[in-house]
């Protein structure tokens, strides 16, 4: 928890309000910390349209709750990635496991 919150003001702190992301902001934010994990997020979404879509009162700032909505979708993305991975490897062990016994 203590990492997120440190992370979030790393990049807060650098211009306009202390407590909330520019979109400037935003976006170093997710090319350096969430650049990884953005690549499981399915539908692939422009800067433009996750500031958008994240700036529920449209302040045009993102505060700590609103990126919070960011993570979690990325982490459960990632998770569900993880599952997938996992599936794909069972299958290809199976399928060796079949090709030794014929």
Excluded at 10 to 24: A, C, H, I, N
Aim: with cysteine; proline share 0%.
């Amino acid at each position: 928890m203590d990492v997120i919150i440190d992370v979030f003001h790393q990049y807060s702190r650098r211009e306009g309000d202390r407590d909330t992301l520019t979109k400037k902001e935003l976006k170093l934010l997710i090319e350096k910390q969430l650049a990884n994990y953005l690549k499981h997020v399915k539908s692939k979404a422009t800067i433009d349209e996750i500031m958008k879509d994240l700036d529920i009162n449209r302040d045009a700032q993102i505060s700590f709750c609103e990126v919070m909505l960011l993570i979690t979708r990325v982490t459960i993305a990632t998770h569900e990635h993880l599952h997938d991975v996992e599936g794909q490897q069972q299958q290809q062990q199976q399928q060796l496991k079949q090709q030794h016994h014929h």
